[in-house]
Every structure is written in structure tokens, then in C-alpha cells.
């Protein structure tokens, strides 16, 4: 089994910064891909931004040249960096990996359980 521990959710203004964590634990054997998404209520979740293994990464549109995501592989952990943040950045945000467990050696989707963002103006 593999836990997703989030933090660094939170309230801030329009135009203020916040960094989101997830830690990743349990019977890992390869952290294939770590991304965030997000849902605001009425809407479909959407990938906010991901990042694989070795390091490429992707951005929804609405969010690029704003935020930047990263891992270190070491601590099982990737990190969310949103600048510059606007009102309709208020969501709960969720962590995604895709994990390739010791258990089983096959490739599973795990969730956090979510951090609310709130932007206001």
C-alpha cells in the first residue's frame, strides 16, 4: 500500500504564491509520474501539472508561467510552486502518483486526500 501525505494548502490573495508538498510512503518500488490536480466545485478535476521519473514535466495552459513543479526523488516527494495565483485557482488540490508497488510489481494510480486553495480577492 502507498500513502500520499499533502501540505501547504491554504488561504492568500490574488497575486500571492503558495507551495503545495506530497510525500509519498509505503511499498514503492518506481514513482513513475507525481502530479497535482485540482476541482472546484461544479467542475471536472484537471491535471494541473505533472512530472514523470526523469523529470520532463506538463502544465495545464491556464497555469503556465505560474507554476512550476519538481521532485525529489530521494524523499518520494514532489512540490508545487504557484505564483502569481488568481481567483479561479480555488480548488481543492490532489495529489496523483503512479506507483509501481514492491507487493505486487505492478503499476498502480494513488490519491491524496486533498488540500484546499483558496484565492481571494
Known amino acids: 500500500q502507498v500513502q500520499l501525505m499533502e501540505s501547504g494548502g491554504g488561504l492568500v490573495q490574488t497575486g500571492g504564491s503558495l507551495r503545495l508538498s506530497c510525500a509519498a510512503s509505503g511499498s514503492i518500488f518506481n514513482l513513475n509520474y507525481m502530479g497535482w490536480y485540482r476541482q472546484s466545485p461544479g467542475k471536472q478535476r484537471e491535471l494541473v501539472a505533472g512530472?514523470?521519473?526523469?523529470?520532463?514535466?506538463d502544465y495545464v495552459d491556464s497555469v503556465k508561467g505560474r507554476c512550476t513543479i519538481s521532485r525529489d526523488s530521494a524523499k518520494n516527494t514532489v512540490y508545487l510552486q504557484m505564483n502569481s495565483l488568481k481567483l479561479e485557482d480555488t480548488a481543492v488540490y490532489y495529489c496523483y502518483a503512479r506507483v509501481v508497488t514492491r507487493a505486487t510489481m505492478k503499476t498502480d494510480n494513488y490519491w491524496g486526500q486533498g488540500t484546499q486553495v483558496t484565492v481571494s480577492s
Open positions: 512530472i514523470t521519473s526523469g523529470g520532463n514535466t
